[in-house]
């Protein structure tokens, strides 16, 4: 039978998180009880600055991409907001916000920047956290991310690593901005977080994003059909 | 064939959030970013207080309720963070988290704190938003936010109704404590938030827990398996 | 604490489904094994062949609906196979699949076919099992299922209830084919089936078309990214 | 924009699956519908046979395992079906039912089963389809399939590799049987259906198993709750 112990929080009369009373919890901003919760301590003002700026960055990104699309058909189905907003969260895979976790994986591993870039050119992939579509010169939501870092004193081995990687991309290849997943990344290595939580920390970000689309698609009459096309024999 | 507009966000270089700048956005605090992106206009620092309290209060609940057994459960069978955090927003229905939005509903209703209470007595039903199973003269999470409230001055009618409705449940029935969906649902009507928004809520206010729940949940060896008993024939 | 109990099935050596030991299920056909876990008896020869027609019915449907849409976008994100299914199984609501249920509802009640279509035409609703936008004369599947219920000596109370909704309805307002829903629901309700299975029935029988599809967008190269417009201020 | 095609199906008054006008299809067993819409061809009548075994040997597995208790604990927390099944499906990851996965691949890549066993043992894992907490000697699902397969004359060339790489095991380390995981995936593999469908056979195959759970699940008072214990400082 399994048991279900746990470190993070209780609940009832003498609720806590991470040791903290939950009254005193409710007197702490959202963002810095979401550090308790998942770092197990409280920010310092700087601390907690920039990971406002690290949320605020990702809270929502348009009607069409993957997450998007997935919560809002759902919810023109005939849905409830939890199973709409779900279904947005399911779409967060690999290939949808999955560049956070692992460019801190890297950025946290033993490896130099070197090696990470040998290792990736040799298998022909794309750096996560090198190169964007549209920004040839700068990503701005990086370079605000890493200025912000800066001013506040707060980026270290992690923002130079990242550089490094992006120097020895550069090198060897072509050169490319840092993006915002790198930005993030760096960051929060620096800020001591693990990489594990990185692709969590993106969904806590994006689903207020995904609450106001199911609520924007609750006024739309008609459920979502697409034009499909068989090509088969 | 679907179309697919909005009026919440757009992304690319000239990205904004309910016409807000990206850049700008990512100056707000996530709370803030998050109350723009649902409601359309920014808080006034009291709102944004409040607001903060109303979030925290929701973040994490220990490890033997629905969502996240759910979300832990999953993640033992080996998957992503996104797939897991996902199954516990699956179990936040109407009976796990859905009296904010119907106590919402209510509020907002054309009816009075009479008639709501009658028809809920005819049907035999709990009223939402009053009892609780612990506290008998008070709810210390409801009475914090209330009183937050009142020394605002963000206290509104709505908070007046539903103690009007506690007051017309008292004399019919039997004086129960108002809870904390109770005082969030009366608070956030007040705050000109439409009821459509209340289980929105609190999934985003419950998404950071299933975040820590399921990272703790990967240091766990084995997969989640409960004691069943077959009592067919 | 929880009590997990079920009268379904048991695991280990002495493994039964509803009291038959799971070799001898496994010398059964999927569907009739299906029908076996479901309603807890075995199906005649007869009901077997009905029931395959009405499985193999729902199989799939393209690639246009929400439920393909879900799955494939899911997918598309970077995910595994259990993930988009279940996205596309989300998908599946009260708008998109929930014609049966509610159709087997209304024919299992206490009401006539003339207090249903009253009731339906008061609140200016479709009634569940009538209309289809290609069809007018007659839904070829429908027909086919009914079909092969009469001839199979299936066909009973509820078949016919549902022929007199549909003569109600034309009588007060327009005549329009019995869909498929419609027949589904009153042939399941004629072979005994409880009303709260009717989703699920459909869950099952589409499963395999999700299963395909996500396997179809494994050779996807990208991700599926829809033209959204913001249209906010 | 994405651009929705499909070799697999189509709707509408000319319906197709995989080339076969719907009409048909649902003159053929629902397991034949299966195996047609995944694999593209109809099953002779002895693969038909064996399929139907494969899959109603997985059908359900009593109530306490992972796939099971996620349904059941979201459809408590106040859900509609679809939303339930899904949360089982979720729980489906590498570590509960992605053996036969795992296995087709081995089976199905140039490794021999030496080569295969070097592997696994080098890296101190577990061999997918070898080994049973409960049957020391034989499992019987397996032998059932294993029979099976050879009396209808369909066992080839991969169920000699699972039984080799058995072999090769028992001489390294130890005498393991095969379990259900690794017949069904040797089976498959010689029926000519790709590795990448193992999980979503799975899948198929569970899912009247969820769905009669959560229908039980509908007639429990209450929502589900474990005893958690907050272990934290």
Same mark, same amino acid.
């Given at each position: 039978m399994t048991d279900w112990k746990t470190e993070i929080s209780s609940s009832g009369e003498d609720a806590v998180i991470r040791g903290e009373k939950l009254g005193e919890v409710m007197d702490m901003d959202f963002a810095d009880?979401?550090?308790l919760l998942l770092k197990g301590d409280k920010p310092s003002n700087k601390e907690s600055e920039l990971f406002n700026t690290i949320l605020s960055s990702s809270i929502d990104h348009g009607v069409g991409n993957p997450s998007t699309v997935s919560a809002r058909t759902v919810q023109s189905g005939g849905n409830e907001m939890n199973?709409?907003?779900a279904a947005g969260i399911? %779409?967060?895979g690999d290939a949808h916000g999955g560049a956070i976790e692992e460019c801190m994986q890297i950025l946290q591993s033993e490896d130099t920047a070197e090696e990470i870039v040998d290792?990736?050119?040799e298998e022909g992939e794309k750096i996560p956290g090198i190169?964007?579509?549209v920004y040839e010169d700068e990503d701005p939501r990086a370079q605000k991310i890493l200025s912000k870092a800066e001013e506040l004193g707060l980026a270290g081995?992690?923002?130079?690593?990242m550089k490094e990687i992006q120097k020895e991309f550069a090198?060897?290849?072509v050169g490319l901005v840092m993006n915002v997943d790198g930005a993030v990344a760096a960051v929060m290595s620096d800020l001591g977080w693990d990489y594990r939580l990185g692709k969590g920390l993106f969904?806590? %970000?994006?689903?207020?994003g995904l609450v106001a689309h199911v609520h924007e698609e609750m006024d739309e009459p008609d459920f979502r059909r697409e034009d499909g096309e068989y090509v088969g024999e």
């Amino acid at each position: 039978m399994t048991d279900w112990k746990t470190e993070i929080s209780s609940s009832g009369e003498d609720a806590v998180i991470r040791g903290e009373k939950l009254g005193e919890v409710m007197d702490m901003d959202f963002a810095d009880a979401i550090w308790l919760l998942l770092k197990g301590d409280k920010p310092s003002n700087k601390e907690s600055e920039l990971f406002n700026t690290i949320l605020s960055s990702s809270i929502d990104h348009g009607v069409g991409n993957p997450s998007t699309v997935s919560a809002r058909t759902v919810q023109s189905g005939g849905n409830e907001m939890n199973t709409s907003v779900a279904a947005g969260i399911l %779409a967060l895979g690999d290939a949808h916000g999955g560049a956070i976790e692992e460019c801190m994986q890297i950025l946290q591993s033993e490896d130099t920047a070197e090696e990470i870039v040998d290792e990736y050119l040799e298998e022909g992939e794309k750096i996560p956290g090198i190169g964007h579509k549209v920004y040839e010169d700068e990503d701005p939501r990086a370079q605000k991310i890493l200025s912000k870092a800066e001013e506040l004193g707060l980026a270290g081995e992690k923002v130079e690593k990242m550089k490094e990687i992006q120097k020895e991309f550069a090198e060897r290849k072509v050169g490319l901005v840092m993006n915002v997943d790198g930005a993030v990344a760096a960051v929060m290595s620096d800020l001591g977080w693990d990489y594990r939580l990185g692709k969590g920390l993106f969904i806590i %970000a994006r689903t207020p994003g995904l609450v106001a689309h199911v609520h924007e698609e609750m006024d739309e009459p008609d459920f979502r059909r697409e034009d499909g096309e068989y090509v088969g024999e």
